[in-house]
């Protein structure tokens, strides 16, 4: 893991855009990047007090620029330096990096704490660790129809009725199965039965080997994360009760990912 210190509106810029840049690149050729121990005497030297910024975990493997350890003057030792944008699949992790009073810097406490979901298999997590896993983005709460001669799914952008759209909650979560019979109650164990999942969904993230994407809560420390990555359903999904769904077809929408 590389390390990266970014300006709010980059990364602003990268949410938008799935590709992160900054300045750097083109006046110097590459993006400034730290290992793990750099990091802290990077930022004390060069943002001293800078309130606008972000400390992303950079997986370099997935990076699809080159990355190269360069030397850099007035110093012995080398640096990472990212020789491109930055595809933002390969960004693990972006969490407010504020100064204290005095202007200095300190790891954020996310950065100290392992990620205790890579540590143990699905089936060992607590219920409370379970439910933390679901990122809130209510993709799973969206209609599905399926191809009735090629199994072809597609996702709609129609909400379930018991959806709240505009806090992408259940409104009776703990009845959710009673209340919504097709309302699929996610184990470990029926994970694998799952087709459907969004590519998104945390729990076939996991599943599947893969880490948590940085919006996730868990990695950001924000439950605004994933509403401000733009995977929620709130901006685009509408309520079964508002519309003819009679009509459900009209309103699929090929753009959402389940493969
Ligand atoms: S798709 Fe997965 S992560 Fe998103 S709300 Fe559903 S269960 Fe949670
Ligand atoms: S019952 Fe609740 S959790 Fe289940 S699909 Fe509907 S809104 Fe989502």
Redesign the pocket.
Known sequence: MIYHIAALEDWLEAIDNGIYFCESLESEGFIHCSSFEQVIPVANRFYQGRKDLLLLAIDEKEVNSPVKFDQVPDSKEKFPHVYGPIDSIAIKRAVPFPPDDSGNFSLPSLFLTPAWWQQKPLEEFTQQEWES?????????LYKLQDIDTDELFYTDVACRFLDLNA?RCTDYLHRHEIMPTCII?TPQNLSEIQW??A?????MLYEGRDLAWWHPLNSGDQQS?SIAG?TIDSFAVSENDIDMDNLQDNVQDWIDFV
């Open positions: 896993v679901c990122d809130g983005c209510a993709r799973c709460c992408c996610l999942m969004p998104t969904c945390a729990y076939r994933t995977v």
